[in-house]
């Protein structure tokens, strides 16, 4: 899709997302094969499954279908008589097509001037013949457009589709956007070449013993194989421990460190599981084995840290946690755009809170903390915001692992990791009755773009 036909759909969300009528377009959507159905069957458990949240995803997703996905876009509209819309694309669709025909540079014909032609209010410009003596007059030539409106001054039109050039600061310029730039820079950018790019550990508990006092985590098996298959996509050996005790999760996490990642380029963790609020110094959080013990997110980090894990020295080490960081629920605070839809009153999510636990020193901070080095090439992703629950759907999996996924799907190809994030933010933000934002600890020194 062209830059001019996004921002379009982008200018037009609210009302969109407002009134679009989901249910009678799929069929649409599919004879015109805008979609496949495994596409439609993720835009409709998009969010809670509310008309609302699937509208969305859907404008969403429709960015990402081509040059003509707009036009079509509006047919199917047409053919299932949501007219008003349809005519609001289109009508903007064509201004914005006239707008542009309207500044290219005007067809200059060529004119004669004579010396008594000339008046002083006309932009006309005069020049010696050298065909003939000078006797005093100027003889009348015939200019150009190319006399009249130098190349150097005639105004740059670009289309939509056309990248601007950017100043590479040599004076001169290339097509080569930033973020390609800085893909190709190691100064700017880690490089991630390797086959695999690294290893990915996934721990996913579900189910915790009664003496734990935890409830089973339905819907976390839909969070577990949605990263499985992202991160394999993304060029990582996966691997997958379900249902560990604190003591098991510590032992998978050395057994991690200790591995040779010379060869490699990057190192993932991602952590499904109960959590709660930790004393920390760090990094905030603790999550829960299924005997109900709590492992800190910071002795998680530091277990991949220079001493643990030299040969992940200078490399990337992300950290997924999918976990509550404490008990508040967040009601959040209105604002103009929120509608009724947003309540998801046939949803009824879950959380991943405990109660907050002091507990003995050892057990929520790592073993010499005076001793470890600065934190660096660390991104630790939490699923909400510290001191808050974490929002999980037994249908569908958890709203940040939902939304992390969705994102990375759509735009893991042409953007950095702390973009993705951003994005993944602002989608979670907008979702259900409570509310949840979630954000990173970010020690990284350079972007990081995925192999795709």
Same mark, same amino acid.
């Given at each position: 899709?062209?830059?001019?036909?996004?921002?379009?759909?982008?200018?037009?969300?609210?009302?969109?997302?407002? @009134? !679009?009528?989901? /249910?009678? #377009?799929?069929?649409?959507? %599919?004879?015109? $094969?805008?979609?496949? =159905?495994?596409? +439609?069957?993720?835009?409709?458990?998009?969010?809670?499954?509310?008309?609302?949240?699937?509208?969305?995803?859907?404008?969403?997703?429709?960015?990402?279908?081509?040059?003509?996905?707009?036009?079509?876009?509006?047919?199917?509209?047409?053919?299932?008589?949501?007219?008003?819309?349809?005519?609001?694309?289109?009508?903007?669709?064509?201004?914005?097509?006239?707008?542009?025909?309207?500044?290219?540079?005007?067809?200059?014909?060529?004119?004669?001037?004579?010396?008594?032609?000339?008046?002083?209010?006309?932009?006309?410009?005069?020049?010696?013949?050298?065909?003939?003596?000078?006797?005093?007059?100027?003889?009348?030539?015939?200019?150009?457009?190319? @006399? !009249?409106?130098? /190349?150097? #001054?005639?105004?740059?039109? %670009?289309?939509? $589709?056309?990248?601007? =050039?950017?100043? +590479?600061?040599?004076?001169?310029?290339?097509?080569?956007?930033?973020?390609?730039?800085?893909?190709?820079?190691?100064?700017?950018?880690?490089?991630?070449?390797?086959?695999?790019?690294?290893?990915?550990?996934?721990?996913?508990?579900?189910?915790?013993?009664?003496?734990?006092?935890?409830?089973?985590?339905?819907?976390?098996?839909?969070?577990?194989?949605?990263?499985?298959?992202?991160?394999?996509?993304?060029?990582?050996?996966?691997?997958?421990?379900?249902?560990?005790?604190?003591?098991?999760?510590?032992?998978?996490?050395?057994?991690?460190?200790?591995?040779?990642?010379?060869?490699?380029?990057?190192?993932?963790?991602?952590?499904?599981?109960?959590?709660?609020?930790?004393?920390?110094?760090?990094?905030?959080?603790?999550?829960?084995?299924?005997?109900?013990?709590?492992?800190?997110?910071?002795?998680?980090?530091?277990?991949?840290?220079?001493?643990?894990?030299?040969?992940?020295?200078?490399?990337?080490?992300?950290?997924?946690?999918?976990?509550?960081?404490?008990?508040?629920?967040?009601?959040?605070?209105?604002?103009?755009?929120?509608?009724?839809?947003?309540?998801?009153?046939?949803?009824?999510?879950?959380?991943?809170?405990?109660?907050?636990?002091?507990?003995?020193?050892?057990?929520?901070?790592?073993?010499?903390?005076?001793?470890?080095?600065?934190?660096?090439?660390?991104?630790?992703?939490?699923?909400?915001?510290?001191?808050?629950?974490?929002?999980?759907?037994?249908?569908?999996?958890?709203?940040?692992?939902?939304?992390?996924?969705?994102?990375?799907?759509?735009?893991?190809?042409?953007?950095?990791?702390?973009?993705?994030?951003?994005?993944?933010?602002?989608?979670?933000?907008?979702?259900?009755?409570?509310?949840?934002?979630?954000?990173?600890?970010?020690?990284?020194?350079?972007?990081?773009?995925?192999?795709?």
């Amino acid at each position: 899709m062209d830059e001019a036909d996004r921002l379009l759909l982008r200018r037009y969300r609210l009302p969109l997302v407002g @009134e !679009l009528q989901v /249910a009678s #377009l799929w069929d649409a959507l %599919l004879s015109r $094969e805008l979609f496949t =159905p495994d596409m +439609i069957e993720d835009i409709q458990r998009a969010g809670s499954g509310s008309r609302r949240d699937q509208a969305r995803q859907l404008i969403l997703d429709l960015e990402t279908r081509g040059s003509q996905a707009l036009p079509l876009f509006i047919s199917c509209l047409e053919d299932t008589g949501q007219d008003t819309l349809a005519s609001l694309l289109k009508t903007s669709r064509q201004a914005a097509k006239q707008d542009v025909e309207a500044i290219r540079p005007l067809d200059l014909k060529p004119v004669v001037l004579g010396p008594e032609g000339l008046k002083p209010e006309e932009l006309r410009v005069m020049k010696q013949d050298p065909s003939k003596p000078s006797q005093g007059k100027l003889a009348p030539v015939v200019l150009g457009p190319e @006399e !009249l409106w130098p /190349a150097k #001054l005639r105004p740059e039109v %670009l289309r939509p $589709e056309v990248p601007r =050039p950017g100043n +590479i600061g040599s004076g001169g310029f290339t097509d080569v956007c930033p973020q390609d730039r800085a893909k190709g820079n190691a100064d700017l950018a880690y490089v991630l070449n390797a086959d695999p790019c690294g290893h990915c550990l996934i721990i996913n508990n579900v189910n915790f013993c009664r003496e734990s006092g935890l409830m089973t985590r339905t819907g976390s098996n839909i969070d577990c194989e949605r990263m499985q298959r992202r991160f394999h996509l993304l060029q990582f050996a996966v691997e997958v421990k379900c249902d560990l005790t604190a003591k098991q999760m510590v032992q998978a996490l050395m057994q991690l460190a200790r591995r040779d990642h010379g060869a490699l380029d990057c190192c993932v963790v991602v952590i499904l599981s109960h959590g709660c609020q930790a004393s920390h110094r760090q990094f905030p959080g603790a999550v829960y084995g299924t005997d109900g013990c709590p492992v800190s997110v910071e002795r998680i980090v530091n277990t991949f840290n220079g001493t643990g894990c030299p040969s992940l020295g200078g490399k990337p080490k992300l950290f997924f946690i999918q976990a509550c960081g404490g008990e508040q629920k967040d009601h959040g605070f209105e604002v103009a755009s929120t509608s009724p839809e947003d309540e998801t009153p046939n949803s009824n999510p879950e959380t991943d809170a405990t109660p907050f636990q002091e507990g003995p020193r050892s057990t929520d901070e790592p073993d010499a903390v005076s001793s470890l080095p600065t934190p660096s090439d660390i991104l630790v992703s939490y699923s909400t915001f510290p001191g808050f629950v974490s929002w999980r759907d037994p249908k569908s999996g958890s709203w940040y692992i939902e939304t992390l996924d969705s994102i990375f799907e759509q735009w893991a190809h042409c953007e950095d990791l702390q973009t993705l994030l951003l994005r993944v933010a602002n989608a979670v933000s907008v979702k259900g009755i409570y509310k949840q934002i979630p954000g990173c600890f970010n020690f990284l020194r350079k972007k990081l773009f995925f192999k795709t």
